[in-house]
């Protein structure tokens, strides 16, 4: 299984769940990577959800499609990245009904960002189901610069954007659907430890 | 009194001083000789005459400089004011509260003279005379948030009040302890203190929480933090430590005394009238070492609260690697005696140094 058990931390930090099904009137899967086996392990318990269930996947290089397919969903939409899908994801948000479930799974960035959109086409955030799967990278904010990188695993990290050596912390903007960097040598210039995991 | 505005900076060459009517009225924030988080919470109805407690909004000698010194934080970086788009309305609300506040407060500064929604404000010392539509905000030159504490003194969180929660929905900040506005807006009050240590284990958030979101309109209540700085920058944000960190460094035991500021929060929380938030005006006050030296009671006090704050702290504040150099400093202001209870110099009463 491509769980991961996470540290206990500070109170901005998000706190993902585990699928559990839920009677509603449709259901929207947003997933990237492993995040597929959270709705095949969700299916296996449920599998009369899929007959209304639009899934939007992003493989990253996993192979999960066939599985899903072999799910019969109403709708499987499978991307080559989150932007690309990300009109789409819009779409299904915006002619959304009464009674929509938003299922999410797979990395924090993906789940983080997917959240954000459903937010703000209405639906409370705490609404909306969650299941981590997969890497533990994460979405990082620069506080200085302002610019994302996306899948950050190490910590320290270099801004894709500016280029400041940035240390992870666990500080967690839901509007951003991003964690907070912020440099690591202001203090020492050049005194940067060497990369580590994140939770290494 | 009529104030004597400084000119002066808080960036480059630093030529913020105190004068001794504004090191007087400093707000020492310790009460005792030592320190630990508490809610310590007040009614915030007045004060003694010439403190900064007596008038809601205080406008001190700083306040034109200061004034100056945000207008420059907020051109180099428009993200330090942001409102999200149901906040407009405790926008307004705020700009009530403080042209009624400082109008009555400080007649001889400012005037605001209201015919329906046909609004004229006068502000003295900066130079505006500004007739607008209460409401309206094309009648305004920015947002009605932005507008007025680009005219008023400290930072502003403004939070709007639902789920048994408050949310830090928009905010004017640019002379904050280290926090960013644009990557706290929209979190709940204890998403956006999350980083704070210790406070939520001993379940000061929980109690704060409760108590703010029973604030009554005409009932502001206030309290006291602090945090130490080196230099007297006001814009000490997460977003340009990469530029101001390497300052903390420059401390020597020769210059402690005149670069190194205890840096003191002033905050205010009063209920709006219409839109129900909370407005959270947040007013920092800086003062020397040196100059605080000069009051026999806070300089006994500052060491010994200096000495024994849990290192925790002292990392979170940002100051445990000067401590040393700091304690060096200030056990030459601390001859053991006593001291008197409260945050009043008591210069009358207390004894001069004795060493």
């Given at each position: 299984?491509?769980?991961?058990?996470?540290?206990?931390?500070?109170?901005?930090?998000?706190?993902?769940?585990?699928?559990?099904?839920?009677?509603?009137?449709?259901?929207?899967?947003?997933?990237?990577?492993?995040?597929?086996?959270?709705?095949?392990?969700?299916?296996?318990?449920?599998?009369?959800?899929?007959?209304?269930?639009?899934?939007?996947?992003?493989?990253?290089?996993?192979?999960?499609?066939?599985?899903?397919?072999?799910?019969?969903?109403?709708?499987?939409?499978?991307?080559?990245?989150?932007?690309?899908?990300?009109?789409?994801?819009?779409k299904t948000l915006e002619d959304a009904k009464m009674g929509l479930q938003v299922y999410l799974s797979g990395s924090e960035g993906l789940?983080?960002?997917?959240?954000?959109?459903?937010?703000?086409?209405?639906?409370?955030?705490?609404?909306?189901?969650?299941?981590?799967?997969?890497?533990?990278?994460?979405?990082?904010?620069?506080?200085?610069?302002?610019?994302?990188?996306?899948?950050?695993?190490?910590?320290p990290f270099v801004c894709s954007h500016c280029g400041l050596n940035l240390f992870v912390r666990d500080h967690y903007s839901r509007r951003?659907?991003?964690?907070?960097?912020?440099?690591?040598?202001?203090?020492?210039?050049?005194?940067?430890?060497?990369?580590?995991?994140?939770?290494? | 009194?009529?104030?004597?505005?400084?000119?002066?900076?808080?960036?480059?060459?630093?030529?913020?001083?105190?004068?001794?009517?504004?090191?007087?009225?400093?707000?020492?924030?310790?009460?005792?000789?030592?320190?630990?988080?508490?809610?310590?919470?007040?009614?915030?109805?007045?004060?003694?005459?010439?403190?900064?407690?007596?008038?809601?909004?205080?406008?001190?000698?700083?306040?034109?400089?200061?004034?100056?010194?945000?207008?420059?934080?907020?051109?180099?970086?428009?993200?330090?004011?942001?409102?999200?788009?149901?906040?407009?309305?405790?926008?307004?609300?705020?700009?009530?509260?403080?042209?009624?506040?400082?109008?009555?407060?400080?007649?001889?500064?400012?005037?605001?003279?209201?015919?329906?929604?046909?609004?004229?404000?006068?502000?003295?010392?900066?130079?505006?005379?500004?007739?607008?539509?209460?409401?309206?905000?094309?009648?305004?030159?920015?947002?009605?948030?932005?507008?007025?504490?680009?005219?008023?003194?400290?930072?502003?969180?403004?939070?709007?009040?639902?789920?048994?929660?408050?949310?830090?929905?928009?905010?004017?900040?640019?002379?904050?302890?280290?926090?960013?506005?644009?990557?706290?807006?929209?979190?709940?009050?204890?998403?956006?203190?999350?980083?704070?240590?210790?406070?939520?284990?001993?379940?000061?958030?929980?109690?704060?929480?409760?108590?703010?979101?029973?604030?009554?309109?005409?009932?502001?209540?206030?309290?006291?933090?602090?945090?130490?700085?080196?230099?007297?920058?006001?814009?000490?944000?997460?977003?340009?430590?990469?530029?101001?960190?390497?300052?903390?460094?420059?401390?020597?035991?020769?210059?402690?005394?005149?670069?190194?500021?205890?840096?003191v929060e002033l905050q205010t929380f009063f209920r709006l009238p219409r839109s129900n938030a909370l407005v959270f005006p947040i007013r920092?006050?800086?003062?020397?070492?040196?100059?605080?030296?000069?009051?026999?009671?806070?300089?006994?006090?500052?060491?010994?609260?200096?000495?024994?704050?849990?290192?925790?702290?002292?990392?979170?504040?940002?100051?445990?690697?000067?401590?040393?150099?700091?304690?060096?400093?200030?056990?030459?202001?601390?001859?053991?005696?006593?001291?008197?209870?409260?945050?009043?110099?008591?210069?009358?009463?207390?004894?001069?140094?004795?060493?």
């Amino acid at each position: 299984m491509s769980t991961f058990a996470f540290p206990p931390s500070i109170k901005s930090r998000p706190v993902w769940g585990s699928f559990e099904p839920q009677s509603g009137s449709a259901y929207l899967f947003v997933a990237d990577a492993e995040g597929a086996e959270a709705i095949l392990d969700l299916a296996k318990v449920a599998p009369a959800l899929m007959a209304s269930a639009h899934i939007i996947y992003i493989p990253k290089g996993t192979d999960f499609e066939t599985a899903l397919r072999a799910l019969n969903p109403a709708q499987l939409y499978v991307g080559p990245s989150y932007a690309a899908s990300l009109p789409r994801l819009r779409k299904t948000l915006e002619d959304a009904k009464m009674g929509l479930q938003v299922y999410l799974s797979g990395s924090e960035g993906l789940m983080g960002q997917a959240m954000r959109e459903a937010a703000e086409a209405g639906i409370p955030h705490a609404a909306i189901q969650t299941e981590h799967r997969g890497s533990v990278a994460r979405r990082m904010q620069c506080v200085h610069c302002k610019g994302i990188t996306e899948d950050v695993a190490v910590d320290p990290f270099v801004c894709s954007h500016c280029g400041l050596n940035l240390f992870v912390r666990d500080h967690y903007s839901r509007r951003l659907a991003a964690y907070q960097g912020v440099c690591i040598d202001a203090e020492a210039p050049g005194c940067v430890p060497e990369p580590k995991g994140i939770y290494e | 009194m009529t104030i004597q505005f400084n000119d002066e900076t808080f960036r480059d060459d630093y030529t913020f001083r105190n004068s001794d009517w504004a090191l007087k009225r400093f707000p020492f924030p310790f009460h005792e000789d030592s320190y630990m988080y508490s809610v310590n919470m007040e009614q915030h109805r007045g004060g003694p005459e010439g403190s900064v407690y007596e008038k809601r909004f205080d406008v001190d000698e700083h306040y034109v400089s200061e004034m100056r010194d945000r207008a420059q934080v907020l051109s180099e970086d428009p993200l330090r004011c942001q409102s999200l788009p149901h906040m407009t309305l405790a926008g307004w609300d705020v700009l009530e509260l403080i042209m009624v506040s400082k109008s009555e407060d400080y007649p001889d500064l400012f005037e605001l003279h209201r015919d329906g929604n046909r609004w004229r404000w006068i502000n003295k010392p900066l130079g505006i005379d500004d007739t607008f539509t209460f409401l309206d905000e094309a009648t305004l030159p920015y947002g009605p948030l932005e507008y007025i504490t680009r005219q008023t003194q400290g930072d502003f969180a403004v939070l709007d009040q639902r789920d048994d929660n408050l949310w830090m929905d928009a905010g004017m900040v640019t002379t904050q302890a280290d926090w960013s506005l644009d990557f706290d807006i929209g979190m709940n009050f204890f998403e956006w203190h999350a980083p704070v240590p210790m406070a939520h284990e001993k379940g000061i958030f929980v109690r704060a929480l409760k108590f703010l979101m029973n604030i009554q309109q005409g009932a502001p209540a206030r309290r006291l933090n602090w945090t130490m700085t080196v230099n007297p920058l006001l814009d000490t944000s997460p977003e340009n430590y990469h530029k101001w960190g390497i300052q903390k460094t420059t401390l020597t035991p020769e210059n402690i005394g005149a670069k190194q500021h205890l840096r003191v929060e002033l905050q205010t929380f009063f209920r709006l009238p219409r839109s129900n938030a909370l407005v959270f005006p947040i007013r920092c006050y800086l003062c020397s070492f040196q100059d605080l030296m000069t009051v026999p009671k806070w300089g006994r006090r500052l060491h010994r609260v200096v000495r024994d704050l849990p290192a925790e702290l002292a990392t979170y504040k940002g100051f445990i690697d000067n401590r040393p150099l700091m304690l060096d400093y200030l056990s030459g202001f601390d001859d053991g005696l006593p001291t008197s209870p409260g945050i009043w110099p008591d210069l009358e009463t207390e004894p001069p140094l004795a060493k």
